[in-house]
């Protein structure tokens, strides 16, 4: 894969995440990560022309079986410089069966992108689901994350498959999909 600007910017701060980290569980610690991200983010935005270099490391890491130790800033990125094409990419690898890939971190980036990139990618998330058990390399909270997702893009065809994955013969998905409907129920109820 070609290093780019934003690859490097990635490293650089990847580099300080760690060096926070080594701080341990302490203040300085949660205050020097927010310094690290906040400027990274900021860094992340001012850079031009970066969602072909996303595309790529998301394609070498499909290709190559193996995201990398900076997925969750490449990730992030993703969120700075959003773009539908992204999408194929981050369907692949929420539905991949390899158990080290960043399954919450792919669904959380569909969750957050404008519902305009992401809804065209309901009926895949559905697929994943739909009349056959979830990925056995899910966890609990990646399935819970997948359902939030689909709350989060929030067309109807994703709103109405969360209430039919009430009545799913796993346990942990019909469970997750009751307590949604649930919360839609109460939404209604009191709309603010």
Same mark, same amino acid.
């Given at each position: 894969m070609k290093i780019g600007s934003l690859a490097k910017l990635i490293q650089n701060h990847q580099e300080r995440f760690d060096a926070a980290f080594k701080k341990g569980n302490s203040v300085d610690c949660v205050v020097e990560l927010s310094k690290v991200l906040k400027l990274f983010l900021k860094e992340c935005r001012e850079l031009n022309n970066v969602e072909e270099e996303i595309v790529q490391y998301f394609q070498y890491g499909l290709e190559k079986r193996d995201l990398g130790k900076? /997925?969750?800033?490449?990730?992030? /990125?993703?969120?700075?410089?959003? /773009? /539908?094409s992204y999408i194929p990419y981050l369907v692949k690898i929420a539905e991949d069966p390899e158990p080290t890939f960043p399954h919450w971190l792919a669904f959380d980036t569909l969750a957050y992108l404008p519902e305009s990139i992401t809804e065209s990618c309901v009926p895949d998330l559905i697929k994943m689901m739909d009349g056959r058990n979830p990925n056995p390399s899910w966890s609990e909270d990646v399935i819970y994350k997948y359902f939030e997702t689909l709350n989060w893009i929030g067309t109807e065809e994703a709103i109405n498959f969360i209430k039919k994955a009430q009545k799913h013969s796993n346990s942990t998905v019909a469970k997750i999909a009751v307590g949604y409907v649930q919360q839609f129920e109460l939404d209604e109820e009191d709309p603010e």
């Open positions: 900076y /997925s969750r800033m490449w990730f992030g /990125s993703a969120l700075e410089h959003p /773009s /539908s």
